[in-house]
């Protein structure tokens, strides 16, 4: 159990039920892993590249989730590696894969965070600069992923040519947002995406013997927060189709970010970059307060699996007992 220094609202962490898709067991899991990677960083400039699947894969997507996903992961990896080779440089990336959109409908997408630069073919860093501050052009990052992707689908045996022409009636989106400030904003960043779910609790705002209401984002309508309501068979299914298959690897590192070069090489690069970013603003951001947005979380309590401590019971009823 913690209290917020500020507004004094407390909350309470679950024990994990181990499942990936549970909203309530995400958090300590993401504070791991975070704290793992903070030890992988560069102190350098990253960028943040969105590479989305169109929706004629949907279908494909719902019936071969695995081959869909993994796909997805092979070929923004072929395609940043083939922009990073023409400018001669080995690239890094952390990819983490979502597949849903705002209303829990399908919508698979992949944020990669890559380092401005790489290695050249000396080994040495080097740094990738453009002057309009972007990794590289959307366009034709957009262009390569569509092919190489329709080009993967072929070799693992899709032949639905109406499916394939369809693929290119239209440009695949790929978004690149403006570079992160630093390491520690790279680690905010990973804090809100790599152990996301589908929807989170507080989004739900009523829940009938009917139906579901949850609040979403509509980006067509300048990203205002409106209210959803679903029958609960729909919102069931809608939720279903987020369920990745069995052991599933959603967060992948690739390049100068892989395990590989975890095990040496890639200490000597950031010590070569005048060492390792620092992580005392990292653990703030990580207590700050989800109600308040100001407060620091401090630990008042600590219980087992049994349940919480006999004297909460008594003052706070309301409280589960297993």
Same mark, same amino acid.
């Given at each position: 159990?913690?209290?917020?220094?500020?507004?004094?609202?407390?909350?309470?962490?679950?024990?994990?039920?181990?499942?990936?898709?549970?909203?309530?067991?995400?958090?300590?899991?993401?504070?791991?892993?975070?704290?793992?990677?903070?030890?992988?960083?560069?102190?350098?400039?990253?960028?943040?590249?969105?590479f989305t699947l169109p929706a004629q894969l949907n279908a494909l997507a719902?019936?071969?989730?695995?081959?869909?996903?993994?796909?997805?992961?092979?070929?923004?990896?072929?395609?940043?590696?083939?922009?990073?080779?023409?400018?001669?440089?080995?690239?890094?990336?952390?990819?983490?894969?979502?597949?849903?959109?705002?209303?829990l409908s399908l919508h698979p997408h992949l944020h990669c965070i890559v380092?401005?630069?790489?290695?050249?073919?000396?080994?040495?860093?080097?740094?990738?600069?453009?002057?309009?501050?972007?990794?590289?052009?959307?366009?034709?990052?957009?262009?390569?992923?569509?092919?190489?992707?329709?080009?993967?689908?072929?070799? +693992?045996?899709?032949?639905?040519? !109406? &499916?394939?022409? =369809? %693929?290119?009636? *239209?440009?695949?989106?790929?978004?690149? /947002?403006?570079?992160?400030?630093?390491?520690?904003?790279?680690?905010?960043?990973?804090?809100?995406?790599?152990?996301?779910?589908?929807?989170?609790?507080?989004?739900?705002?009523?829940?009938?013997?009917?139906?579901?209401?949850?609040?979403?984002?509509?980006?067509?309508?300048?990203?205002?927060?409106?209210?959803?309501?679903?029958?609960?068979?729909?919102?069931?299914?809608r939720f279903a189709q987020h369920i990745l298959p069995y052991r599933f690897?959603?967060?992948?590192?690739?390049?100068?970010?892989?395990?590989?070069? +975890?095990?040496?090489?890639?200490? !000597? &690069?950031?010590? =070569? %970059?005048?060492? *390792?970013?620092?992580?005392?603003?990292? /653990?703030?951001?990580?207590?700050?307060?989800?109600?308040?947005?100001?407060?620091?979380?401090?630990?008042?309590?600590?219980?087992?699996?049994?349940?919480?401590?006999?004297?909460?019971?008594?003052?706070?009823?309301?409280?589960?007992?297993?």
């Amino acid at each position: 159990m913690d209290v917020c220094t500020d507004c004094g609202v407390i909350h309470i962490s679950y024990n994990s039920c181990r499942n990936r898709h549970c909203p309530k067991c995400q958090g300590h899991k993401r504070e791991e892993w975070i704290q793992k990677r903070e030890q992988d960083l560069l102190p350098c400039t990253y960028y943040h590249v969105v590479f989305t699947l169109p929706a004629q894969l949907n279908a494909l997507a719902m019936h071969q989730p695995a081959m869909v996903y993994d796909t997805l992961f092979r070929c923004v990896w072929l395609t940043l590696s083939q922009f990073g080779t023409t400018a001669g440089l080995q690239l890094g990336m952390i990819a983490v894969l979502h597949t849903w959109g705002q209303n829990l409908s399908l919508h698979p997408h992949l944020h990669c965070i890559v380092p401005g630069g790489g290695l050249d073919s000396k080994g040495r860093w080097q740094k990738q600069v453009r002057s309009n501050k972007y990794l590289f052009a959307v366009k034709a990052l957009s262009k390569v992923f569509r092919a190489k992707y329709v080009q993967q689908l072929r070799a +693992k045996g899709i032949n639905d040519k !109406q &499916l394939l022409e =369809s %693929l290119f009636q *239209k440009d695949w989106v790929v978004y690149a /947002k403006r570079p992160f400030g630093g390491p520690v904003q790279v680690i905010k960043y990973l804090g809100r995406y790599t152990h996301k779910v589908a929807i989170s609790n507080h989004r739900i705002q009523n829940v009938t013997g009917n139906d579901v209401s949850f609040t979403y984002r509509d980006y067509k309508d300048n990203g205002t927060v409106k209210l959803m309501t679903l029958s609960n068979e729909e919102f069931a299914r809608r939720f279903a189709q987020h369920i990745l298959p069995y052991r599933f690897v959603r967060i992948r590192h690739y390049g100068i970010l892989s395990s590989s070069w +975890k095990r040496g090489k890639l200490q !000597q &690069l950031q010590s =070569s %970059l005048k060492g *390792k970013p620092k992580t005392a603003q990292v /653990k703030t951001l990580l207590r700050k307060c989800l109600c308040c947005k100001t407060g620091t979380l401090i630990t008042i309590e600590v219980f087992g699996k049994r349940g919480p401590p006999l004297q909460y019971l008594l003052k706070t009823p309301s409280l589960p007992v297993n």
